[in-house]
């Protein structure tokens, strides 16, 4: 079983490295897109997943990461491997902000909120033209300069994005074990016992929040300096729900299944393209199945599935 | 000054749907534990219905408006049966996801069969206006505040003068006592979503002569209404009313004198005072009650 779980890890990196010279590139675009999205959805998946926090407003921290960074770059004139860690910041900045008063309120209290946040930030994007350049968005936005040479071909974006999102995910596995990683699991099975045994309960949430939301900023950034051009539209509460589907499709504990689940859900819409105007019908109808039948997500369902052949072959 | 008091007459009357809304919402979340992100869709089809049964009936009220009610009680069926059924027994969150996912699926299918071009309707009460000096407002305005005050009334006459709302409000408290008292939980919690579903279609039906109907008309409605809801408090008859009407003064005064382009913003800034400020709403419950 070792074996196996070794030759598949090659297996997975080994398809990941060629993936780019396999598919066409449009493919391409649509796999770096995913990986982004990756990022802001393993972010989600640690609120989400881990503590127990129904966000629903992921979009506006993706938002404000790129936004952020846009503006850096293009206003301030900073390089993209500054501002990106400045749009970071930001966006844990605005969820602390956001957390503290909220997360002393549970369970549907947060869910609306988040929605109103999401909400609010795009009418403020739409209309606040001498910053966010209105409904017509920011174009220009510089892209990415890496060993002193700007990235230019779509491959060179997949392995900055593959890269960065590699680093995500040992950074989360490293979070799930630690002291921290524990906590949020504990605060989000019984608040009440995880309390009284010592864990900082809201600080806990809050400190998940803000990481989440800080990964949200970094896919924002990403995002904003690949595709050159972002506008409110980008960061809709539309845009959270998917990011949210994403998590729930590829188990809401599962890290790896955060990657799944974002290409996955990045490559539906090309897949039920034969629905044509009912994709979205289509699409609904389909995550609420998910909900009722798989409730651990696919990837949840898929690792229970390889378990008892496993176990059965033994 | 007229100009003022013709606004908050308008506000009043658009505040009196969103408080018929917030309610909607409110009873499935007390009554099922449901926190129903579906709530605007809900607005949307009683809209769309409501122009499609006028065309039908070739515009006799009375029959269009019971057409649809009885349109929104299949959706209220079909909800239970599709939606809360395979769902309840999952976590909140779960749900909550769910009633999201078969929003969206709603507002595709509508726009599958109702297009995308607004429909204007008409109302019952016809387009007059009326003018007291230099106000004028239109019929409809005050018949929408005189239908939505009977509904609220009617809702509350159900909840709590009537055998089936202590069923109701015992169901809310605790669903596993109520159903060893012989409650027939099943069937109430069919009846809770054909009335939480009826209630949402004639908001819609209101909203048809003031607003043009386009398949996107409930989504801000909902958004509103769980404003109002939390600015009013949950599981209270009184703060729906003074939510709804709260959110409708903040929109419409906030759209005539701040800014029109952020009014739905003044609205959600509200929302957050609320929350930061008294998270239980004007009449709510304790919240760290509630999971």
């Known amino acids: 079983m070792k074996l196996n779980q070794g030759t598949a890890m090659v297996a997975l990196l080994a398809g990941f490295a060629a993936a780019p010279f396999l598919i066409s590139d449009y493919n391409l675009r649509i796999l770096v897109l995913a990986l982004q999205s990756a990022i802001a959805v393993i972010g989600l998946s640690l609120a989400f997943g881990w503590a127990g926090l129904i966000q629903l407003g992921q979009a506006a921290f993706i938002g404000v990461g790129a936004y952020g960074s846009a503006i850096a770059s293009m206003r301030l004139g900073l390089d993209f491997w500054l501002a990106m860690p400045l749009a970071m910041a930001l966006s844990g900045l605005v969820a602390l902000l956001i957390a503290v008063p909220m997360l002393r309120l549970r369970g549907h209290y947060l869910a609306l909120a988040t929605v109103g946040f999401n909400v609010t930030l795009e009418i403020i994007a739409k209309n606040w033209q001498g910053l966010t350049g209105g409904t017509d968005g920011i174009s220009g936005i510089p892209g990415i300069r890496l060993f002193g040479r700007e990235i230019e071909t779509d491959t060179g974006y997949y392995f900055l994005s593959l890269g960065i999102l590699a680093a995500v995910v040992v950074f989360a596995m490293l979070l799930r074990h630690s002291r921290f990683g524990r906590a949020t699991i504990a605060v989000r099975d019984d608040e009440i016992a995880s309390g009284t045994s010592g864990v900082p309960v809201v600080r806990t949430k809050v400190v998940a929040f803000v990481i989440s939301s800080a990964l949200a900023g970094l896919s924002g950034a990403l995002y904003a300096h690949y595709a050159h051009f972002i506008a409110p539209a980008d960061f809709d509460l539309w845009r959270s729900i998917s990011i949210l589907v994403m998590v729930i499709v590829g188990g809401e504990m599962s890290i790896m299944g955060a990657v799944f689940g974002a290409i996955l859900l990045s490559f539906a819409p090309e897949w039920l393209r034969f629905v044509g105007d009912a994709y979205l019908a289509v699409f609904g109808v389909a995550v609420l199945l998910v909900l009722i039948f798989m409730p651990d997500g696919i990837a949840g369902r898929l690792q229970a599935w390889t378990r008892t052949k496993e176990s059965r072959r033994v | ?291």
């Open chain 2, 1 to 291: 000054m007229s100009q003022f008091i013709q606004l908050v007459i308008n506000a009043v009357a658009v505040g009196s749907i969103y408080a018929v809304v917030a309610l909607a919402f409110e009873i499935a979340y007390e009554s099922t534990g449901v926190v129903n992100f579906a709530t605007g869709q809900l607005v949307t089809i009683g809209a769309l219905l409501g122009a499609s049964a006028l065309v039908f009936t070739g515009t006799h009220f009375a029959s269009a408006y019971l057409l649809v009610v009885l349109g929104m009680a299949v959706v209220g069926l079909l909800f239970f049966v599709g939606v809360f059924m395979p769902l309840r027994k999952q976590p909140a969150v779960t749900i909550i996801i769910g009633t999201v996912a078969i929003g969206i699926a709603v507002q595709n299918v509508a726009q599958l069969v109702w297009g995308s071009m607004p429909i204007g309707t008409k109302s019952p009460v016809g387009s007059q206006t009326l003018a007291f000096g230099g106000v004028v407002v239109s019929l409809h305005t005050l018949y929408v505040i005189g239908v939505s005050a009977l509904l609220i009334l009617g809702v509350y006459l159900l909840l709590y003068r009537s055998a089936l709302g202590s069923q109701f409000r015992a169901l809310a408290q605790d669903p596993e006592a109520a159903r060893l008292m012989g409650i027939r939980v099943n069937r109430l919690y069919s009846l809770t979503w054909i009335l939480v579903c009826a209630l949402a279609g004639i908001a819609g039906l209101l909203l048809g002569p003031m607003w043009f109907i386009e398949v996107s008309i409930g989504e801000g409605v909902g958004l509103k209404a769980f404003a109002a809801a939390i600015i009013g408090g949950f599981g209270s008859i009184p703060g729906a009313i003074l939510g709804g009407l709260l959110v409708g003064l903040t929109e419409t005064l906030g759209a005539a004198y701040i800014s029109s382009a952020y009014k739905e913003a003044i609205v959600f800034a509200l929302m957050f005072v609320f929350l930061l400020v008294r998270p239980q709403g004007l009449f709510g419950e304790r919240i760290s009650d509630r999971a």
